[in-house]
């Protein structure tokens, strides 16, 4: 993938829930593996340039005049600059501000003034963060967030993670970090607060439907490396193919693991898409097509008008194994394009609780100075031309995860799924 700033080769369209769908899984560390000084030099210097690129440099064309056609009649933006001089002239603390935290500030309200959670401004060190996001390699707690009801949420903790360790389940609302409300807080205001160094600890002010009251969850961050495909071969002949996230690993993972399942060749296999908020496109078209031999895997609608089609890439090498796909309010977007194809051609039953329901298309625009601006330019159709944004795949058997079964191990999706299989 291209590193942020530069043109965006192939359209990285990041479809991750929930908006900004950046990660808590929080940044890189400056140096890699493998004790290359050569290597840790150029890193501490990408991410000092960074952190200049946020708090430093100069604004440039401040007074020219907006190009022709570019704003209707009763907008003046000459008010955008009188805002600004008042506040330089004025303001109480006046001699802290600084121009480029203004100017990103202003940036970000203008995407957030669309309304869309998805469509958001990311200033160089967060878009960088979102790069490092898709690569898998992460200092953090281990969950996604995103914005619900206009409440920060937890969308999927990942397995094995601190936020999974420390109880975090998806749905769960965020009331504070480290004692901070976020009530007016934007997704990468709180993704800033929680992220820190590994062996810290963040305290998340948590409500969920089965509590009485708020409740707070200390939880010790932690280098993360997420391997998004993960198999597993049960004593009844049943195959396990587990995908966490749709990430930059995920296509080459998943193609060992249809190797895998050929080889051992099962009696059923059970895709578990629980939890997972997203990823690239192309990867889901990767994993739908492995069932789907013929036809549509998902639709990309721009308007009424204009649509693209993406086909099956003809691979269809676990048609003939019956299937159950497991999937609940953690699975979102590219778990969702799989799902909803999957049960639109019959090829899986889906076991669980109702998708969350993110599928629109964001576009990653990289700009000079580094920092990105991802932009909400289309919505997901199901093969049938369902639409999955705000409306989720239903599964065709409902079966709840409650806390209690969570606290005692039991598994009662995956339980169902075994069922189903074994009868087929």
């Given amino acids: 993938m291209p590193p942020v700033g530069a043109p965006v080769?192939?359209?990285?369209?990041?479809?991750?829930?929930?908006?900004?769908?950046?990660?808590?899984?929080?940044?890189?560390?400056?140096?890699?593996?493998?004790?290359?000084?050569?290597?840790?030099?150029?890193?501490?210097?990408?991410?000092?340039?960074?952190?200049?690129?946020?708090?430093?440099?100069?604004?440039?064309?401040?007074?020219?005049?907006?190009?022709?056609?570019?704003?209707?009649?009763?907008?003046?933006?000459?008010?955008?600059?009188?805002?600004?001089?008042?506040?330089?002239?004025?303001?109480?603390?006046?001699?802290?501000?600084?121009?480029?935290?203004?100017?990103?500030?202003?940036?970000?309200?203008?995407?957030?003034?669309?309304?869309?959670?998805?469509?958001?401004?990311?200033?160089?060190?967060?878009?960088?963060?979102?790069?490092?996001?898709?690569?898998?390699?992460?200092?953090?707690?281990?969950?996604?967030?995103?914005?619900?009801?206009?409440?920060?949420?937890?969308?999927?903790?990942?397995?094995?993670?601190?936020?999974?360790?420390?109880?975090?389940?998806?749905?769960?609302?965020?009331?504070?970090?480290?004692?901070?409300?976020?009530?007016?807080?934007?997704?990468?205001?709180?993704?800033?607060?929680?992220?820190?160094?590994?062996?810290?600890?963040?305290?998340?002010?948590?409500?969920?439907?089965?509590?009485?009251?708020?409740?707070?969850?200390?939880?010790?961050?932690?280098?993360?490396?997420?391997?998004?495909?993960?198999?597993?071969?049960?004593?009844?002949?049943?195959?396990?193919?587990?995908?966490?996230?749709?990430?930059?690993d995920t296509s080459e993972l998943f193609k060992k693991a249809v190797r895998e399942a050929i080889e051992k060749n099962p009696q059923g296999i059970m895709l578990d898409l629980r939890n997972n908020p997203g990823g690239y496109l192309e990867t889901a078209i990767d994993v739908a097509s492995e069932w789907i031999a013929d036809g549509i895997i998902v639709t990309e609608q721009f308007n009424p008008g204009k649509k693209n089609e993406y086909l099956n890439r003809g691979r269809a090498r676990l048609k003939d194994f019956p299937t159950a796909v497991l999937v609940n309010q953690g699975s979102a977007s590219a778990s969702e394009i799989v799902a909803g194809a999957l049960k639109d051609y019959n090829k899986a039953t889906i076991v669980g609780k109702k998708t969350f329901g993110k599928g629109s298309v964001q576009t990653l625009e990289g700009l000079q100075d580094s920092s990105s601006v991802k932009i909400t330019v289309a919505k997901w159709l199901t093969p049938k031309g369902n639409n999955i944004d705000g409306q989720g795949i239903e599964p065709d058997i409902d079966v709840d995860l409650t806390p209690e079964d969570y606290e005692a191990g039991r598994d009662p999706q995956l339980e169902k799924a075994i069922e189903i299989l074994n009868k087929k």
């Fill in 9 to 248: 080769a192939r359209r990285c369209r990041k479809i991750k829930i929930l908006g900004v769908i950046l990660s808590l899984i929080i940044l890189m560390s400056a140096s890699f593996a493998g004790g290359m000084i050569l290597a840790q030099k150029n890193e501490l210097v990408k991410s000092a340039s960074l952190k200049e690129a946020v708090y430093l440099g100069k604004i440039y064309n401040k007074y020219v005049t907006a190009p022709a056609n570019k704003l209707t009649q009763d907008v003046d933006f000459n008010q955008f600059w009188q805002v600004w001089d008042l506040l330089k002239e004025k303001y109480v603390d006046r001699n802290k501000l600084n121009d480029k935290i203004m100017f990103y500030g202003a940036l970000k309200g203008l995407t957030e003034s669309i309304g869309d959670p998805y469509t958001v401004y990311m200033e160089p060190i967060l878009a960088q963060e979102f790069s490092n996001d898709l690569a898998g390699t992460f200092e953090g707690i281990g969950a996604e967030i995103g914005k619900k009801n206009d409440l920060i949420t937890i969308v999927a903790p990942l397995a094995d993670m601190p936020a999974e360790k420390a109880g975090l389940k998806s749905g769960d609302k965020i009331y504070a970090i480290n004692g901070q409300s976020t009530a007016s807080l934007a997704v990468d205001q709180a993704v800033s607060l929680i992220r820190g160094p590994k062996g810290s600890e963040v305290i998340l002010t948590i409500f969920r439907d089965s509590f009485d009251k708020p409740q707070d969850f200390k939880i010790i961050r932690q280098a993360i490396i997420v391997k998004s495909v993960r198999t597993a071969l049960r004593d009844d002949n049943l195959f396990i193919i587990s995908i966490t996230n749709f990430n930059d």
